[in-house]
């Protein structure tokens, strides 16, 4: 369970530092940076643990979203271009944790 858990939170820091490099272009807030790179470290940190009875890409594309919509709520009063990048990269980086996590595991 460990082992998940610490396979779950490296993937989880590289789509953040990913994700936040992209949104850097053109969002330079430092708090909407820090809350896109602690939500995907915590979205990798909970892949492991979710069950659903899909296939992976399904799963990673559903927790992503569903994990992203709380965020986005919270992003739109910040910046609208980011809650667009948002809705684009949330089904991405939600299947490379999901595979990810899903082939090391």
């Known amino acids: 369970m460990f082992t998940l858990l ?3 939170l490296g993937f989880g820091l590289i ?3 990913i994700e ?3 949104v850097r ?3 330079k807030n430092v708090i909407v940076l820090s809350a896109i790179g602690s939500h995907w ?3 990798g940190a909970l892949m492991p643990f979710i069950e659903i009875d ?3 890409w399904l799963k990673g594309m559903l927790v992503g979203v569903v994990l992203t919509v709380p965020f ?3 992003e739109i009063q910040q910046s609208r271009n980011a809650v667009i990048h948002t809705l684009v990269f949330a089904p991405i ?3 490379v944790l999901a595979y990810g996590v899903h082939v090391f595991s």
Request: net charge neutral; no cysteine; proline share 4%.
């Open 41 to 43: 470290v915590a979205v």
């Open 93 to 95: 980086w939600g299947m």
């Open 72 to 74: 986005m709520i919270y």
């Open 20 to 22: 936040v490099l992209l």
């Open 25 to 27: 272009t053109y969002q």
């Open 54 to 56: 899909a296939p992976v």
């Open 15 to 17: 789509a953040a530092a």
């Open 6 to 8: 610490i396979i779950g």
